[in-house]
């Protein structure tokens, strides 16, 4: 019986091995990662996707308001402030050191290395080419399945408001 236990703590333990023993990453792959992948030209593609939602947020929120001269004005000083704000806020030098840790305690050394072969080959390259429309297509398709329950959640918070 305790040849057993023995022989099956063995077994275990080899089988466990190669998780436990998986090399840590060096931020010199998650640079290189990061490179390859084209974080920072995709952070810089982010901004003024963020600025644009922030004026439509903004248009929303003031449709049918009329706002003086003096109103207009502190909301134009607030969008500017703002704006700077998401662009300091959302720069490289301040994203990579971030992203660079996430990446550091998610992948092993061994994981980094086969995703720097794939995002530096032809497939990888072609893939982050067509990410956007990827993105574009996937959320046209979400949006599709999800309007409808929109719609219907909205026509039950009518009955609600209505007491029906």
Do not use: C
């Not at 063995?10 to 640079?31: G, H, I, K, R």
């Not at 490179?35 to 903004?58: C, F, G, K, Y």
């Not at 049918?64 to 207009?72: C, H, K, N, P």
């Amino acid at each position: 019986m305790r040849q057993h236990l023995q022989t099956l703590a063995l077994v275990a333990a080899l089988a466990f091995a190669p998780a436990a023993f998986a090399a840590p990453p060096t931020a010199a792959q998650a640079d290189r990662l990061l490179e390859v992948m084209r974080a920072r030209e995709t952070v810089d593609a982010i901004l003024p996707q963020v600025q644009m939602s922030q004026q439509q947020m903004v248009a929303q929120l003031t449709a049918g308001q009329e706002l003086d001269a003096a109103g207009r004005a502190q909301l134009e000083q607030l969008m500017q402030r703002n704006q700077a704000r998401m662009v300091e806020a959302l720069a490289w030098e301040k994203l990579e050191p971030v992203y660079r840790d996430i990446y550091l305690a998610t992948f092993t050394s061994e994981d980094m290395d086969a995703m720097i072969g794939f995002y530096s080959s032809d497939a990888g390259q072609k893939l982050l080419d067509r990410m956007p429309q990827l993105m574009q297509n996937t959320m046209a398709a979400v949006q599709q399945m999800v309007i409808p329950m929109l719609q219907e959640m909205e026509q039950d918070i009518r009955a609600i408001a209505a007491g029906e």
